[in-house]
């Protein structure tokens, strides 16, 4: 048995440490059941020795238009269309090394517990980087078929006169992206500006949770329209140049467009100051600068996930010369998330796992279709519950 600075490690025993410990926001992923077993995906690569990549058949709804049953008018069948869907294995590893990490960790006491749960904590925050890596890349998609998907799943208000989330935003964006099937959305993810913003107007409700000695303590967790919420502030954020937006009459700080050679006057400005497409007579609204941020919802079975695992997913490697004597503690992990409904090319793939730029990629995603030459029948993206909500701060 391999030592680890004169305490005993096993690689077996200490993996059961880190799957037992509580993965807060993974946990809320998989209640929410946005992350869903796939058996396929996991007999693709489970026992199959370098495989990376597989093409999982995805089943086709009955569809067609009824015939008049009268008697006389033959009934016609139609067949039902398979399509073809790609996922990749994402692989990952990491290395800490600690002259004397038992003490200075660990305190000498807990040791197989307090490191599991560092360990599993790391995992966590990165499982949940790839994850966001790939929906930034599955909204950058182009092509006519995809972009049905990418526009019909945003819900861009940052530009609106009143560019905040309000208490309709999330049911309208849910319901602009699956009509009827909204229901499936279960939970979102934002940058901690937007949640404070949802505070303010008493929209957002954290979670909370009795400790060992009965005192009540808030979670990180919250909700959000009954949908849960995580906070990270990792979300996509982009700054935008103050600029003018085209508005009503009666919006507060409207400014009326007059000519050229007109003179302003109080609440007034020329065309040419505006920068944007307008006629004397309108109205623009002044926007400072500001950050625009994005918010996901994800719903029910939003991506499949599998652990496919490593060969040796933990390691300890003693050094006795380098620095006077190093323990090396060694992790890895191979996991598939796949989005529903959208497939891995690899178009843009150097090595035999994506990297999270490669994964933010938009040629290496496309909606998933049936493979044919010509006249690709694509899925229905309605049936995806994967949206944004794109928003000021």
Same mark, same amino acid.
């Given at each position: 048995m391999a030592k680890f600075d004169s305490k005993s490690f096993n690689e077996r025993a200490f993996g059961k440490y880190v799957d037992v410990v509580p993965k807060l926001k993974k946990n809320e992923l998989v209640k929410s059941k946005a992350l869903q077993a796939n058996s396929q995906i996991k007999q693709a690569f489970s026992g199959q020795t370098g495989v990376v990549y597989a093409?999982?058949?995805?089943? =086709? !709804?009955?569809?067609?238009?009824p015939l008049n049953y009268d008697g006389k008018t033959d009934i016609t069948a139609t067949s039902t269309t398979s399509y073809e869907r790609g996922?990749?294995?994402? =692989? !990952?590893?990491?290395?800490?090394?600690?002259?004397?990490f038992a003490e200075d960790v660990t305190g000498g006491a807990g040791f197989m517990s307090n490191v599991a749960r560092q360990v599993a904590e790391y995992w966590d925050e990165i499982d949940q980087d790839t994850l966001l890596a790939i929906i930034e890349g599955i909204f950058s998609m182009t092509g006519a078929a995809n972009l049905k998907f990418v526009d019909g799943h945003t819900y861009n208000i940052s530009e609106a006169v009143n560019g905040l989330v309000q208490g309709s935003t999330l049911n309208t964006a849910i319901q602009k992206a699956s009509g009827d099937k909204k229901k499936k959305f279960t939970i979102s993810i934002m940058h901690s500006a937007i949640a404070t913003n949802l505070e303010n107007l008493k929209l957002l409700a954290y979670m909370t949770y009795t400790d060992a000695n009965g005192i009540e303590r808030q979670l990180e967790l919250a909700t959000w329209n009954g949908r849960a919420v995580i906070i990270d502030d990792g979300m996509p954020t982009a700054e935008v140049a103050e600029h003018y937006i085209k508005c009503a009459s009666t919006d507060v700080g409207a400014l009326k467009v007059v000519a050229d050679d007109a003179t302003p006057g109080v609440g007034e400005v020329k065309i040419t100051t505006t920068g944007i497409t307008v006629v004397a007579g309108e109205y623009v609204l002044y926007l400072e600068a500001f950050t625009q941020y994005t918010t996901y919802v994800l719903g029910n079975g939003a991506f499949d996930y599998e652990d496919i695992g490593a060969e040796v997913p933990y390691a300890m490697v003693r050094d006795e010369k380098t620095s006077g004597g190093q323990t090396l503690l060694y992790s890895r992990q191979r996991k598939v998330f796949a989005p529903y409904g959208i497939s891995f090319t690899k178009a843009a793939m150097v090595t035999n796992s994506p990297t999270d730029a490669e994964l933010k990629t938009a040629s290496n995603w496309e909606l998933v279709h049936d493979g044919a030459a010509t006249g690709k029948k694509y899925f229905d993206h309605k049936a995806i519950p994967i949206a944004r909500i794109i928003s000021r701060g």
């Open positions: 093409t999982i058949p995805m089943y =086709g !709804r009955i569809d067609g238009t996922v990749i294995v994402i =692989g !990952r590893a990491k290395a800490w090394v600690e002259n004397d």
